[in-house]
């Protein structure tokens, strides 16, 4: 696992060690940047379908789908 040094300024710093008790913290960080990194490549998902959205020929058929069931 690579390390990473990281600058928080006071109130961030305080939050943290509200949300997060000492020895979760680090777990916390890396929990909230893959979140990030998630929602990026989500967001870049979306946006490129805008861009180019599926034909009706390449949009799947959900008129027969079935019932999901867990």
């Known amino acids: 696992m690579q ?4 600058q928080l300024d ?3 710093y305080r939050a943290l060690n509200r949300v997060a008790a000492k020895r ?8 909230a940047i893959r979140k ?3 929602e ?7 946006l490129a379908y805008l861009r ?5 020929n ?4 959900w008129a027969n ?3 999901w069931k867990a």
Do not use: C, G
């Not at 979760?24 to 929990?31: C, H, Q, S």
């Not at 180019?52 to 009706?56: A, F, I, V």
């Open 3 to 6: 390390s990473l040094l990281v």
């Open 10 to 12: 006071d109130p961030t």
């Open 24 to 31: 979760k913290r680090a777990e916390f960080v890396r929990a």
């Open 36 to 38: 990030a990194i998630r």
């Open 40 to 46: 990026t490549e989500e967001t870049r998902t979306k």
């Open 52 to 56: 180019q959205p599926d034909s009706e």
């Open 58 to 61: 390449e949009a799947d058929d």
């Open 65 to 67: 789908a079935e019932e």
